[in-house]
């Protein structure tokens, strides 16, 4: 028998790393995957689906990033908000009580037919679905711009947020319009300086420029602090009333980012089965090891 290496405190030190490392991708595949999928398909950010269940927003992006999970507790009203069930966000078969009346008619009928009659109802059944994914694909394939959505965010208020050089984040799709584009990132607001044109949360289109015209609303950063305001000659500006208009020189390192296009409205997110063929084509479009 070969022999057994010692027990130290780095061995358990890397069983202990394994298993927390095992655990972060359990909880990412099975609920943090899941429930980015439903919140973007549903149209919901991270600060409304977290007001929804009365937790903090660093909860949800917790959830989502694997870092942790819901409570048992949570479950049913985070179902019923993005619009599941809790068996198919467990990962257990669905019920018949999830199917629809038309549903368990069609499966009461389909009883009665004859083995060939079932047979032909199942490849007209393939031949359809084969058919609507195809449709589907190729809507995808040219109705939807891949987009990074910065990882830092913008602040919409007196105090900035990091906003470095650094673009950690993530790919997001968008429906195809003019701004999508044009746009070379997304970027999420924070605050409510900005409002009614903005909100606290909304998804920014960004085209990255150095200039900008006075009247126009940009992306800012003065020593490495993230601005969202209007350009004017004399500063930059909130549009709700109770901020003051920032004021930078040349030793704050002050520097426009981008000009803003617009906001991604909830709709221009895939739903869950476009995102899916979304990813379809994505991972095709990877070339093979």
């Given at each position: 028998m070969a022999p057994t290496a010692p027990l130290s405190q780095g061995n358990i030190t890397d069983l202990t790393e394994l298993k927390a490392k095992t655990q972060f991708a359990a909880n990412k595949a099975q609920y943090g995957d899941k429930i980015r999928e439903r919140r973007i398909a549903c149209g919901i950010n991270q600060p409304q689906l977290a007001h929804v269940l009365?937790?903090?927003?660093?909860?949800?992006c917790n959830?989502?990033?694997?870092?942790?999970r819901p409570d048992l507790n949570q479950l049913v009203l985070l179902c019923e908000t993005l619009k599941t069930t809790v068996p198919w966000f467990l990962g257990a078969p669905d019920r018949l009580s999830d199917l629809t009346k038309e549903e368990l008619r069609h499966l009461k009928n389909y009883r009665f037919l004859s083995v060939?009659?079932?047979?032909?109802?199942?490849?007209?059944?393939?031949?359809?679905?084969?058919?609507?994914?195809?449709?589907?694909?190729?809507r995808c394939k040219n109705g939807f711009q891949r987009i990074h959505r910065n990882g830092n965010k913008t602040a919409a208020g007196v105090i900035g947020n990091n906003l470095s050089d650094y673009q950690a984040g993530e790919y997001l799709y968008v429906r195809t319009s003019r701004a999508a584009c044009?746009?070379?990132?997304?970027i999420t607001v924070t605050g409510d300086s900005m409002e009614p044109t903005f909100h606290d949360g909304d998804d920014l289109l960004v085209e990255h420029t150095e200039e900008l015209s006075p009247g126009a609303i940009g992306?800012?950063?003065?020593?490495?602090?993230?601005?969202?305001?209007?350009?004017?000659?004399?500063?930059?500006?909130?549009?709700?009333?109770?901020?003051?208009?920032l004021k930078f020189s040349e030793d704050d390192h002050f520097r426009c980012v981008?000009?803003?296009?617009?906001?991604?409205?909830?709709?221009?997110?895939p739903t869950g089965i476009e995102l899916e063929a979304l990813e379809d084509i994505q991972r095709e479009k990877r070339p093979k090891e």
């Open positions: 009365g937790v903090s927003k660093n909860t949800i959830w989502e990033a694997g870092r942790s060939p009659n079932k047979q032909a109802v199942d490849r007209l059944i393939d031949a359809m679905l084969d058919i609507e994914d195809k449709e589907l694909h190729a044009m746009a070379d990132e997304i992306i800012f950063v003065a020593d490495g602090e993230g601005y969202v305001k209007e350009y004017q000659p004399d500063g930059l500006h909130s549009h709700n009333p109770r901020y003051p208009v981008g000009r803003v296009l617009g906001v991604v409205a909830p709709d221009q997110y």
